[in-house]
């Protein structure tokens, strides 16, 4: 199990840390890494029959590539990608191949087809969550911009809510606040999906 995060206590140092290590991870590494990530992700969809999943396009060392997404697809599976509407719930679209992306703010690639509104998420069986870091408990550090805290009350009530992050990046303990949604699973490329909490 990882030790990171033993000096770090708020969430501030904790997204400044990890981001660096994620910046200075060599892209070997990233790629064996998506690889695995691949593998255990199909398995699981065929495993739990999901027809339907919120994914995202991995920016800054995110887990995951865009070969990942077009494998979802090829699988059979409905992909919707998100898309920022300022500081409210986050819009949905439909992810059908690398041509269905453009550049949007914040360095993100987003999908230009038509929004399906901020229910969209209802319509996904599984909601894969990009995050800096998931705890034992299912706490998640995101990006800080509290968009998955606003956009997740509005998925299916059973939709199983999945963090991925990179295997040293699933801890025992994060900072947490009120309105930290609590997660189900975490996707790591060596662990799999591991169901949340952990009991100890
Ligand atoms: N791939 C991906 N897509 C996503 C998210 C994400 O975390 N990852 N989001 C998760 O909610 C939403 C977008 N929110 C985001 C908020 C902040 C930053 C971010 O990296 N901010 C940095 C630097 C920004 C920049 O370089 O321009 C920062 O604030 O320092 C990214 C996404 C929806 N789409
Ligand atoms: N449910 C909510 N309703 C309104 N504002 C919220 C909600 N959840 C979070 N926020 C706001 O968003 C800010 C950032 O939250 P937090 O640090 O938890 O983001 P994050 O989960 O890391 O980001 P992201 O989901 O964008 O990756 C909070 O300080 C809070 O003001």
Known sequence: MSSLGETWTTKVEWRRALRRRRRELAGTTRSAE??????ALLSWLRERGIRTVCGYVPVRGEPGSPETLDAVLAEGCRVLLPVVVGAEPLDW?????????????LGLLEPAGPRLGQRGIAEADAVLIPALAVDHRGIRLGQGGGHYDRSLPLAAPGALLVGVVRDEEFVAQLPDEPHDVRLDAVLTPERGVVPLPVVT
């Open 34 to 39: 998506d690889r695995a990530l691949r593998g």
């Open 93 to 105: 679209a439909d992810y059908t191949g690398p041509d269905s992306l453009r550049p949007a703010d």
